[in-house]
């Protein structure tokens, strides 16, 4: 399907009738169970009455809409705005919504987006590029690694494909390998900086390259410019929310892996069918 542009958005949330069939269809499940018909009209409270035997269906039950009782252009509203990176509150004002309610529908659709991602259990492979980032935290001082009061986010990234992170509580050699082995196909050939964390990757059974970045940040082939790539895309968009618990972080980061291995496609079609599903 070709992307929606902001007239047909407009449309379809205009109504909660419009709204609602979009996302009946969008469902695929628009007969009747009782006599078959195929033909319904929008009744009341977000629900479809059967034109042959008068019988009312909610067609958002048992779906992801459903966790949350705003209606249904809300819903697509705040998945659009969600789409675009617009911050809770101002998604709150946009869509008349209190911060609580609009707050509770993006940590649903961050949750979706963590739930989808456990899905993908292929093994990262080929070439890769491995390395840390480090988020939050109040204090000054350091910076990098051992930097106090930070989140530290392992992220490993094949070229030409996916990637792939997770929150890790330190940056020894056990913590990186432990993780590393759970992402990444042996016999992969992963190239990393001159960190002694990752010194131990040749004997889990991957070729291992790296770079001195105290000296060059390119060698041929050797480099980690994708990962660290990944990083500015992550931290650009995470600036935008001011401040994110430690306790949410997780989801917010997984977000981000999520936005970028679907970079490129209509997010708000794709949002859509996974709430529906």
Not at 96 to 124: F, G, M, N, P, Q
């Amino acid at each position: 399907m070709d992307l929606m542009d902001f007239r047909e958005i407009g449309k379809l949330v205009s109504e909660d009738r419009l709204s609602l069939e979009y996302l009946w269809k969008k469902r695929g499940n628009t007969v009747c169970q009782s006599c078959s018909s195929s033909e319904f009209y929008y009744h009341q409270r977000w629900r479809v009455r059967c034109k042959g035997c008068k019988k009312d269906y909610w067609p958002l039950q048992g779906t992801r809409f459903a966790l949350l009782r705003i209606s249904p252009s809300q819903w697509l509203s705040l998945v659009k705005l969600f789409e675009l990176s617009t911050s809770a509150r101002k998604a709150s004002q946009e869509v008349h919504l209190s911060y609580k309610t609009t707050l509770r529908a993006y940590d649903i659709l961050r949750r979706v987006l963590v739930e989808e991602l456990a899905k993908t259990d292929d093994l990262l492979k080929g070439e890769l590029e491995a390395d840390e980032a480090y988020f939050g935290g109040k204090r000054k001082g350091k910076r990098g690694r051992g930097a106090g009061g930070k989140t530290i986010v392992y992220g490993i990234l094949e070229r030409g494909g996916r990637v792939s992170v997770s929150i890790v509580q330190d940056v020894s050699a056990e913590s990186l390998m432990t993780e590393t082995v759970k992402r990444v196909r042996r016999g992969s050939i992963v190239y990393t900086d001159k960190w002694r964390g990752y010194d131990s990757l040749m004997f889990c059974g991957y070729k291992h390259l790296n770079i001195d970045h105290r000296y060059k940040f390119k060698q041929g082939k050797v480099y980690i410019n994708g990962i660290e790539g990944f990083w500015a895309f992550a931290k650009e968009r995470l600036i935008k929310h001011h401040g994110i618990s430690r306790k949410k972080f997780l989801f917010y980061i997984k977000e981000m892996e999520w936005r970028y291995n679907n970079r490129g496609k209509d997010l708000f079609e794709v949002l859509v069918d996974l709430m529906l599903h």
